[in-house]
């Protein structure tokens, strides 16, 4: 397939029920949009597989949504409806970004899946605060050759955005983008995905 994707958004203390549901709708939304279809069609392989995973501290991540293959309307359709359905899954709990990169890189090694580029989409609206040191495992990522990019959702973090792009990105292609609040985040997440998915290094 074109590309392995993980999707991995915010549930830490700072993300309330409603927060939480844009993160979800704008997400199941995108994937019924006909330009995030297209750009699956158009890469080479004209399929993705991808994964929702939920995350907020050191120890909390978990995957709601196991991998599946995205080729045509109906299996993006499908997708989007198990995205939206998904319930809050992981405790409340700090901002682990190192955390999730590394549960990341090992969801990869034991999907039995076969990607052209391996991406994990971290969404958040804080800065690392607990775990290992985002400058410490940021790298690993690169090195197990999977590409991490970032949604900065700047509600509460003006400059978040910019700590991404110093901290969090890595790996070929690797981009940061920003919403300005949970009501922009549908809009953002689309013209993410559409990057995403197809090649970033040319977008």
Known sequence: ???ELILAIDCSYSIDSHEFELQKTGL??????????????AGELGSIGVTLVEW???????TVVPWILVTDAAS?????????????MTRDGATSISSMISY???LFGANRLVGTRRVIDISADGRNNT??????VAPLARV???????????????TLKFYFEKYVIVGDGAFAMEAQD???YAAAILRKLIREIGNPAIS
Not at 76 to 88: F, G, H, K, S, W
Request: charged residues 20%; glycine residues 8%; negative net charge.
């Open 1 to 3: 397939m074109d590309v």
């Open 144 to 158: 197990a050759g999977v590409t991490v990019n970032g949604l900065a959702i700047l509600n509460e973090v003006p």
């Open 76 to 88: 993006a359709t499908a997708l989007a409806n198990r995205i939206e359905a998904a319930p809050r």
């Open 182 to 184: 949970y009501d922009h």
């Open 28 to 41: 199941a939304e995108a994937f019924r949009h006909p330009a995030v279809l297209a750009a699956i069609r």
């Open 56 to 62: 907020s501290g050191a120890d909390t991540q978990v």
């Open 104 to 106: 990341g890189v090992d």
């Open 131 to 136: 775990g290992h040191k985002i400058r410490a």
